[in-house]
């Protein structure tokens, strides 16, 4: 079992929905979740980070954290087609010595279709 | 000038060549990481650097090595490159203080032929 895991999609919807991307992990420690997104040939850009169960919202991005499901998910209302990318769920350890490294999922893409 | 700086940004090598790939960071980070993708596999840990003495194996440092001069500064080599390790290279800092998230440079794509 990989330890942060995502649908690769491709994820589709219409200009103006929500996008909903989902993400699991496996490590019962991780305590840190991050989102990112990649352009197509680009490095990877960070929009949001998550430490505590509940919502985190931060303009057209919403994440959500539940410790409890190992379940972290970014939803993206009024999805635009610059939204159109390539989104990166990573898990943070909580100790050891590999403190501070992140675990990347395999990345869902998505296309917002006008 | 961009805070995490990768150079070359795109390379076509032969077989058996040994190339270096660099980082350099404006962010006063300690930490220090290269990772490669692939498509359909994500980013994955080659090496990471904890600080100028500290240097730990990923989980795919086979065929990789790594040198950190200075807190700024962390290379990655291809002893003798092999065409599987034709992939988009990334360098990235995290610090403590901003939760550890990582900053991204702008990549190195790397061929081998």
């Known amino acids: 079992q990989k330890e942060v895991e995502q649908n690769s999609g491709p994820l589709s919807v219409p200009e103006g929905a929500i996008a909903s991307l989902n993400c699991t992990y496996s490590d019962r420690v991780s305590q840190s979740f991050f989102w990112y997104r990649q352009y197509s040939g680009k490095s990877p850009e960070l929009i949001m980070s998550?430490?505590?169960?509940g919502d985190k919202e931060d303009g057209r991005f919403t994440a959500q954290l539940n410790k409890a499901s190992q379940y972290v998910s970014l939803l993206i209302r009024d999805s635009q087609p610059s939204d159109s990318a390539t989104y990166l769920c990573a898990a943070l350890r909580a100790g050891g010595t590999s403190y501070g490294k992140l675990t990347f999922g395999q990345g869902t893409i998505l296309t917002v279709h006008p | 000038d961009a805070d995490v700086t990768q150079t070359p940004r795109n390379r076509i090598t032969k077989t058996g060549k040994r190339i270096m790939l660099e980082c350099s960071q404006t962010k006063g980070h300690d930490r220090m990481y290269w990772y490669r993708q692939d498509p359909g596999l994500g980013l994955r840990l080659i090496y990471y650097s904890f600080d100028v003495k500290d240097i730990n194996k990923g989980e795919i440092s086979d065929g990789y090595s790594v040198s950190r001069q200075a807190q700024a500064k962390f290379s990655l080599s291809l002893e003798s490159a092999i065409p599987n390790q034709t992939a988009l290279y990334f360098c990235?800092?995290?610090?403590?203080?901003?939760?550890?998230?990582?900053?991204f440079g702008s990549g190195t794509r790397l061929t081998v032929v």
């Open positions: 990235a800092t995290s610090d403590p203080g901003t939760g550890y998230g990582y900053t």
């Open positions: 998550i430490y505590s169960n």
